[in-house]
Nanobody, 117 residues
């Protein structure tokens, strides 16, 4: 288990942008597959984006965010960011940072993103 701390959520108008950041102060950060998930009221938690460790740093995106969101990681800073552009009201949810390594999964406390005019 690793402690994950998210930041960067808030209220934004449709078409706007937000950048979420997750810090994981673990010496094994570079080994984790890091991801962002979200959960809207009444719906199941879903994958938003995921990035594997070096050397590949393979990214995976949920269908609804492809082309609008970008995940990145900085192993020196032990952070993973989610750049969210062209936001839509349907993107409103609590966003959770996730770390996965060898069958062990850790979750952050979540940060609220609200897209509304």
């Amino acid at each position: 288990q690793v402690q994950l701390v998210e930041s960067g959520g808030g209220l934004v108008q449709p078409g706007g942008s937000l950048r979420l950041s997750c810090k994981a102060p673990s010496p094994y950060f570079n080994m984790f597959t890091m991801g962002w998930y979200r959960q809207a009221p009444g719906l199941q938690r879903e994958l938003v984006a995921q990035i594997t460790p070096l050397p590949l740093k393979t990214t995976t995106y949920g269908e609804s965010v492809k082309g609008r969101f970008t995940i990145s990681r900085n192993d020196m800073k032990r952070t993973v960011d989610l750049q969210m552009d062209s936001l839509k009201p349907d993107d409103t949810a609590v966003y959770y940072c996730n770390a996965f390594l060898r069958g062990s999964t850790s979750w952050g406390q979540g940060t609220q993103v609200t897209v509304s005019s």
